[in-house]
């Protein structure tokens, strides 16, 4: 399973940090790392960090936006530390290996995002991911530095890897169609006013959240996207006004 996983990094601040990540991975034998903008991984920092592991940061592909980076994934996992109204199923790392266990297709991906060190990732960032995760820490001080994250992640994941699959994993659709689905959906919901135009991110959260737990595959958008289609179609003439 160690090689069908991606690590993101979302604007790390801190070289040292992606060089620690870096060692952090190949020791537990993952060897594929994403990172959106962010510092310069071949400062002299990140270099001494990364010990033996210096073929990783050099192999490491740079994004411009979280989108883009797991836009080829079909399962994306995005980490935080803060609960709330749009952070409501919060997975432990063993299970988010037990899941990507029993769900990853062999020609999947799966991306296991983490944000900034100060801040993590932002509500926008984590709602592109399909579930959320945390590492239960002390009440008294929960900050982990982001490489120690990482780590525990990755030997968690290998872990499970190392146990005996279950049935046939699903075919899920990628991160990329997915977006594609939700932009339709949205566009789609504004024109026949279903949407609050002063929030319109609250209702797609919930939809993001519906339609994740439903675990579509790429025939399944396809048949949402043909259904947005023909609503768009049935309502070119509607005038904005609804109908009591």
Same mark, same amino acid.
């Given at each position: 399973m160690n090689k069908e996983i991606i +690590? +993101?990094?979302? $604007? /790390?601040?801190s070289p040292g940090n992606i060089g620690m990540t870096c060692r952090a991975m190949k020791n537990m034998g993952f060897t594929q790392l994403r990172i959106v903008k962010g510092c310069d991984r071949f400062d002299s920092e990140a270099l001494k960090f990364a010990v033996a592991a210096r073929d990783l940061l050099e192999s490491a592909s740079v994004y411009p936006d979280l989108a883009s980076a797991m836009a080829d994934c079909t399962l994306t996992v995005g980490t935080t530390r803060r609960h709330g109204k749009y952070r409501q199923e919060i997975l432990s790392p063993a299970e988010v290996a037990g899941r990507l266990k029993d769900q990853i297709a062999p020609d999947g991906r799966a991306a296991i995002v983490f944000g900034r060190e100060d801040s993590g990732l932002t509500t926008e $960032?984590?709602?592109? #991911?399909?579930?959320?995760? *945390? +590492? /239960? *820490?002390?009440? $008294? @001080? !929960? %900050?982990?530095?982001?490489?120690? %994250?990482?780590?525990?992640? #990755? @030997?968690?994941? !290998?872990?499970?890897?190392?146990?005996? !699959?279950g049935g046939r994993p699903l075919e899920l659709a990628k991160s990329e169609e997915m977006e594609t689905l939700f932009a339709h959906f949205s566009n789609t919901l504004n024109k026949i006013c279903f949407l609050n135009e002063q929030n319109p991110a609250h209702m797609m959260r919930t939809l993001r959240r519906i339609f994740f737990r439903a675990n579509l595959d790429s025939r399944e958008v396809t048949v949402l996207r043909g259904m947005l289609t023909q609503i768009d179609w049935a309502s070119s003439e509607f005038d904005g006004r609804k109908r009591s």
């Open positions: +690590i +993101i990094l979302v $604007e /790390p601040q $960032e984590l709602s592109l #991911c399909r579930w959320h995760a *945390t +590492i /239960p *820490t002390s009440n $008294e @001080y !929960g %900050s982990l530095n982001l490489a120690q %994250s990482v780590l525990l992640f #990755c @030997y968690e994941l !290998g872990k499970a890897s190392e146990s005996a !699959g």
